[in-house]
């Protein structure tokens, strides 16, 4: 007679495969790029939220993982202040490389939201908003440009539409516009379940 697997060996198994996926993934887009600098995605495999922007900034391409540098530190901070676990997050652009082809750019993405299986997609600024629109993601819906309001995406991915992280850290007024929209998160993510 077999053993039963526990919850924590299921979870590992989705686990493991999610990294293979991600991890194949990456090296599909790497191999796009053909030897340019590309900002690959970085967090939790299977993180509740799944964080997207528009296009890498220069720091991002010489480290070669997205939300590198200023943009990266500003959420890592504005976690904090929300609570929300870091672990719990996944982040990535819709470009990413210079000169990268769109279509192929939106089949990337709609694997990277169908292997990490978000709760919460966070759509950070216009250009963004617009790219996630014409996915076409199954089950997928068109979201409206209205900043810090919960969308639904699908039946089971909710979704958040700031302004765009990179835009907003020089100017006060940006930042604190990003800041009202974002804190929309923390007031999600502190009414989940506990389990």
Known sequence: MGTA????????RYLDKAIKEILRLEHEVAEAAGGAPVAQPTGHPLGTIFLVKYGPQTQELQEGVAFHGRAGHALKRSLER?????REVFGTNCI???GADEDACRSWLKREIRIV???LLVVMGDDTLEFLNRLEFPLGRTLEPTHGT??????TIEALVTPD???SLDEESSKRRFWKSFQELGRWYSALPPY
Request: proline fraction near 11%.
């Open 5 to 12: 697997v526990t919850t924590d060996e299921i979870y590992q």
């Open 82 to 86: 929300l609570h929300v676990d870091p």
């Open 96 to 98: 990413k490389f210079a």
């Open 117 to 119: 299986q978000p709760k």
């Open 150 to 155: 919960l969308q639904h995406f699908t039946p």
């Open 165 to 167: 992280i990179d835009a």
